[in-house]
């Protein structure tokens, strides 16, 4: 078997006169995988990438990563990890091919090298056209898309990606994340990814861990995690609202009633297999419905199970912060 590329026991990160920002948590994230990272603001995500990545020491507890001690061996982590965290730290005077032909310097690629990796990072981020350009007339979702070249320059076995999307359109976040899973799948690259969006984790990730309130609540894949929480719920919106007192009764052969916007709904208490009976049921008593729908079990509904609250709408950040988005100790 082989060694994970990342892995935490006992991890602990406590602020002076503030909260145990991470208590107590345990990882294992194998070679070439996406590790979806999720929960709300103030969690303890950002706290556990900074110490994973060597930029604040564990209060307690042991942290490995491409097989080094992240407070014993730190140079040779920082050696073998790339890092994108919230805030790129861009200079707004530099176009982006000087901040990459500078990074491939300052991670002492071969002279000859420098130019030609900056051209093929550029082009694979979608920069090319714009790589003369200074830093300061970027979108937000072009300097996104910079940081993460910036971070690959060195060829490193293991990203961390601290809510690389946040505030990004749709399409800039599309575009990021597939070249998040060519990294992946097609470099086996190993990924460490924080999110607040679901549907990034429920994309991108092949197992997923919630952290609420510094503790891992639930880990597994995305799958799993949805099928361990609930059923498949199937909502009928009859053609005449006259018949919906007759479309419950047969939906309620199916399953318990639950809540719906518009139509019936139940949980099916035997999964999607019920779908057919329902519509055979259905078609029997010749009633017309206007939609029928199946919605299998969400991430969200996931968070709320184990958290007892949402994902989306979450507070604002309770760890705090120094410029650049580093953690910082409270006074």
Known sequence: MREPAIEAEALVREFKKGPRAVDGIDLAVAPGEIYGFLGPNGAGKSTT?????????????????????????????????????????????????????????????????????????????????????????????????????????????????????????????????????????????????????????????????????????????????????GRPTVEATPADEAERGRVEEILARFGEPCASAHGVAVRLRSGEADLAGIVRALDAEEIKVENLALHQPSLDDVFLAKTGRSLEGAGEDEEGRAPGGLAMETA
């Open 49 to 229: 990438v900074h110490m994973l990545t060597t930029l604040l020491p564990p209060t307690s507890g042991t942290a490995r990563v491409a097989g080094y001690d992240v407070v014993r061996e730190g140079p040779q982590v920082r050696m073998r990890i790339g890092a994108a965290l919230q805030e790129a730290a861009l200079d707004p005077l530099l176009t982006g091919r000087e901040h990459l032909r500078l990074q491939a310097a300052l991670q002492a690629l071969p002279r000859d090298e420098r130019a030609a990796r900056a051209d093929e990072l550029l082009d694979r981020v979608g920069l090319g056209v714009a790589a003369d350009r200074k830093v300061r007339s970027y979108s937000g979702g072009m300097k996104r898309r910079l940081d993460l070249a910036l971070a690959l320059v060195h060829r490193p076995p293991v990203l961390f990606l601290d809510e690389p999307t946040t505030g990004l359109d749709v399409q800039s976040r599309t575009a990021l994340w597939e070249e998040v899973a060519r990294l992946a799948h097609g470099e086996g690259v190993t990924v460490f990814l924080t999110t607040q969006y679901l549907e990034e984790a429920d994309a991108l990730a092949g197992r997923v861990g919630i952290i609420d309130h510094g503790r891992i609540v639930a880990e597994g894949s995305p799958a799993r995690l949805k099928a361990e929480v």
